[in-house]
């Protein structure tokens, strides 16, 4: 180590600093841009390869530390697409590499960046200030579901939303104890208890999910058997016992002695004959098969530990149940299943497995089938149970300690339907009845539909709800039609049974039909307690459908979607936005524009970022103008003293020059 090493030392601290200066600066001169992250420098010495006591420093390497991880401030903005990513993940855009049509041509590679001041330029596309555009995964309308899993390019061009038919109406209202109105009286009206003639009422179950009936099946684990099969060939031996249960009666087979010597045939002929309802054969592969007999035959395999194992049923696999009401918990032993028709006595259906109850889905059948009054269904696939009265005047409830919604039954109470006010009784009707509220529904097209609703007390706490069907409607036409359901509440103002929501049929106004319409009054929506006015108060009156609408603005939700705002009124989301992470961010290569390409240390993106994105705001960059400032005098004190040496460097060669001389 001499001199001229110390003077070589001295020009890598000097360039060193200078790399150091060339960071900082950048770092001040994107202290305001947009997600801008700030390059630290990292200092690295370099020493001669000598003897531990004669190791020297011969200079200094500077490299760029990345803080890609630190996040900035994120701060408002009024722009609704500027978006900001709250903890990690980067926003995954593209850079266009030329113009076709009119339209930006992409190569393909992906860039990731934080930067996330985007706007929609002319074509639809989101475009952030540095030129890149955003990436992520469309989402149907109609469905809300993502078309597709891989991020693309995002455009959003006049999109048009569909149109939207009505098929439900969320509806809460409080009903008057003492309506103003007074009561319908029904020999007020034309037809007796209103117009029309009525349709007989219904319970159809709709949405149960129940299994289909299903015997017990067990197929033993050991394959290659015959009937000829010796069962010492299995190791079971003279006086052990294979016992096969029902749940009930238990089949008991002990091994005789011989001979003949026992075979797997004469096993299978003791469960055949046997007590327990279980049917035993060979399937295909020589493997016992196990039936129930019954539909609420179980079947369980005991006996010698060592001979139920042998025929393939050991511990952990010798019990089965079949598939019934029973066994699915849709029901409990005792349960009952009551319809009332007008006039006749209540019919109850008893569930369990004693003799004449029910356990099975086409048990229930028969059963519902032998009512009287009505006529009944079961659809055996799900346990959807349909009643329809027999007599168009009569009423149909059910009760029973059953869940009758196990069957898809919400609506305990039937009455006759279609039962309609005429014009010529519309004066009458509208003073013996209180006002419902009224809604705008849309039909297929999006044509507007105005829905009025109107609440008649039939009896002390028993009401009838209508709808208008016909505004226009003269003479004997049918003006308002009910919906067909009775609402009874008790004296505590409560709807007993509860019904949380009606099925209208057809529900058409003034020739438009709307297809069949859901009201939904949820738990509690329908109560009836004193109020000053006598009149229906309505807390909720809404509905789903809506007319076709053209994208207007787009924004983002706390959701990671953009959103459109459509001229219907809708906001529907229309495109994922996809973040991606790295296992190495600090190593992703930077690339002008605050944007960033993969590299190999960085590895590949990680699709599902943990961070949330956040609209109408922006990430600052995450460099502190005072850090910087403290860094840029080191940096230039560093830089004088390794210009000092360079300077005592050149002047110790002098002297030593003029020694020489």
């Known amino acids: 180590m001499g001199i001229f090493d110390a003077l070589t030392t001295s020009v890598a601290g000097l360039q060193s600093q200078a790399f150091a200066l060339q960071n900082i600066s950048g770092n001040i001169a994107n202290s305001q841009t947009t997600g801008y992250k700030e390059t630290n420098t990292s200092f690295e010495d370099m020493v001669s390869a000598a003897a531990a006591t004669q190791v ?158 299903a015997v017990a099946t067990g197929t033993g684990s050991i394959g290659g058997l015959t009937a ?60 016992l098969v196990l039936t129930g007999t019954t539909g609420i035959a179980s079947i369980t395999v005991g006996g010698t530990a060592t001979a139920d194992a042998a025929i393939g049923f050991g511990a952990g696999q010798n019990s089965f149940e079949p598939t019934n009401l029973l066994t699915q918990g849709a029901v409990a032993q005792g349960q009952t299943f009551v319809v009332t028709v007008t006039g006749g006595a209540p019919q109850t259906i008893t569930f369990g497995t004693s003799g004449g109850q029910v356990s099975t889905l086409a048990q229930l059948q028969t059963a519902i089938q032998g009512l009287t009054g009505v006529t009944g269904t079961v659809d055996t ?79 002390t706490g028993s009401w009838q709800l209508f709808y208008q069907t016909n505004s226009s409607a003269t003479g004997t036409q049918a003006a308002w039609q009910n919906v067909g359901t009775t609402f009874t509440f008790n004296s505590s103002g409560q709807l007993v049974p509860a019904i949380t929501t009606v099925t209208v049929p057809n529900l058409t106004v003034n020739g438009d039909s709307l297809g069949d319409v859901q009201l939904n009054f949820g738990t509690n929506g329908l109560t009836q307690f004193a109020v000053s006015s006598g009149t229906a108060q309505v807390t909720q009156l809404q509905q789903n459908g809506y007319a076709a609408g053209q994208l207007q603005s787009v924004s983002v939700n706390t959701q990671n979607q953009i959103v459109g705002s459509f001229s219907n009124g809708q906001t529907i989301p229309l495109a994922e936005i996809t973040l991606a992470t790295f296992n190495g961010q600090n190593a992703l290569q930077p690339v002008n524009g605050q944007a960033y390409a993969a590299t190999t240390e960085s590895g590949p993106p990680i699709f599902g970022s943990s961070g949330t994105i956040v ?22 004190q560093a830089y004088s003293a390794n210009a000092r040496v360079m300077q005592t460097a050149d002047q110790m060669i002098q002297s030593l020059l003029q020694v020489i001389q």
């Open 228 to 287: 000829g099969t010796t069962l010492s060939s299995l190791g079971i031996n003279t006086g052990d016992q294979i016992t096969v249960s029902d749940g009930t009666n238990t089949t008991t087979y002990t091994v005789p002695a011989g001979p003949p010597a026992p075979t797997v045939n004469d096993l299978i002929t003791a469960i055949n004959g046997g007590s327990a309802n279980v049917h035993a054969a060979l399937s295909s592969g020589g493997n």
């Open 381 to 459: 696939a799900n346990g959807d149970i349909t009643l329809t009265a027999n007599s168009p005047t009569a009423t149909i409830t059910i009760g029973g300690t059953a869940t009758a919604a196990e069957f898809g039954i919400v609506n305990q109470t039937a009455l006759p339907a279609n039962q309609t006010v005429i014009a010529n009784d519309v004066t009458t009707f509208t003073s013996q009845s209180i006002d419902g509220g009224s809604i705008t529904a849309y039909d297929s097209e999006g044509n507007p539909v105005n829905v009025q609703f109107r609440w008649a007390e039939t009896g």
């Open 56 to 213: 020297t420093a011969t200079g200094v390497i500077a490299s760029s530390v990345a803080t890609n991880g630190v996040q900035g401030t994120i701060q408002s903005t009024s722009v609704s697409t500027d978006m900001a990513i709250n903890g990690n993940g980067w926003f995954v855009v593209a850079q266009p590499t030329g113009q076709a049509d009119n339209q930006p041509v992409f190569s393909g590679v992906d860039y990731y960046t934080r930067a996330g001041d985007f706007q929609m330029n002319a074509s639809g596309y989101l475009v952030n200030g540095a030129g890149y555009y955003l990436m992520g995964i469309p989402i149907d309308p109609a469905t809300g579901n993502p078309v597709g899993s891989s991020p693309q390019v995002l455009q959003f061009n006049n999109d048009f939303v569909p149109a939207q038919e009505t098929t439900a109406i969320q509806y809460q209202a409080n009903l008057p104890s003492t309506p103003s109105s007074g009561m319908l009286v029904a020999a007020d009206y034309e037809a007796n208890p209103l117009a029309g003639a009525p349709v007989a009422a219904q319970i159809a179950g709709t949405g149960a999910t129940l299994l289909p009936d």
């Open 615 to 636: 609209g109408s705001s922006l990430e600052a960059s995450n460099v502190d103008i005072a850090t910087q400032f403290s860094q840029l005098i080191v940096a230039q």
